[in-house]
């Protein structure tokens, strides 16, 4: 399988332009060590403050991707693009639907050797993705690897995402998960907010996503860095 642009990711931080952010923050944030910064987030995402956000983080040498989530937020000049579909929703609008109504608008424009498609399996009931897709987010170990196994037999998916956004998820799931993820990158996002999560996270995820405690702790937020590259892959 040929090497993706995102495919030696080990730590990203994952910042929501509905967020505020200083720029002592974001300087510490970007010069941490990370691999790449997501921008994205679940709800008040717009051209305007996801262009700002981008253009503060260009400064910095470092990935930076956009997650598509609203083709309002849809901003050219990132280094990549994610497309998330929701594979654990029985809503075809967040499997298909937008992704379909975003290619009418902008498929001439689309970056494809940047632009990867995210298989997303939510796992939170109380994270606003879960809520706003209509995730069926109670799924035993044999239902998640179904999900997996489709994402990355049937339909090749680069990325596989384990989201348990705003807590620190099942480990046994995750590693469940990793069995069978394959030629796919598994990432894991959700509530890591110190080293120790971002350890457990790390032994089983390629790649794990740090996003609230930015926000709340930066100095727990920055530990997480150095945890993940030291987790043997
Ligand atoms: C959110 O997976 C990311 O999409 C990170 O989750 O905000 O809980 O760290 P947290």
Redesign the pocket.
């Known amino acids: 399988m040929k090497e993706e642009w995102f495919g030696k990711w080990r730590h990203a931080f994952?910042l929501d332009p509905d967020k505020t952010i200083s720029d002592e923050a974001l300087d510490a944030i970007c010069t941490s060590g990370t691999d790449a910064i997501i921008i994205?987030g679940s709800s008040g995402v717009t051209f305007e403050n996801t262009v700002d956000l981008m253009s503060r983080v260009r400064r910095y040498e470092l990935d930076c991707a956009l997650e598509v989530s609203t083709m309002d937020g849809a901003v050219p000049g990132f280094d990549g693009y994610f497309v998330p579909i929701v594979l654990n929703t029985d809503r075809p609008e967040w499997i298909i639907g937008k992704q379909i109504e975003g290619l009418k608008e902008y498929g001439t424009f689309v970056p494809w050797e940047e632009t990867a498609a995210q298989g997303y399996i939510i796992l939170n009931d109380g994270a606003t993705?879960a809520k706003l897709t209509g995730a069926k987010t109670d799924l035993d170990a044999d239902e998640l690897i179904a999900h997996i196994r489709m994402a990355v037999q049937l339909m090749r998916l680069p990325v596989v995402?384990i989201?348990?956004?705003?807590?620190f998820g099942d480990m046994e799931m995750l590693r469940s998960a990793r069995n069978v993820s394959g030629g796919a990158r598994l990432f894991?996002?959700?509530?890591?907010?110190c080293a120790e999560k971002a350890r457990q996270a790390a032994e089983w995820a390629d790649t794990i996503?740090?996003?609230?405690?930015i926000y709340t702790n930066l100095e727990a937020a920055l530990s997480t860095v150095l945890a993940a590259d030291r987790v043997p892959q």
């Open positions: 994952k994205g993705a995402y989201e348990y956004s705003g807590r894991y996002g959700g509530g890591i907010d996503v740090v996003g609230n405690i």
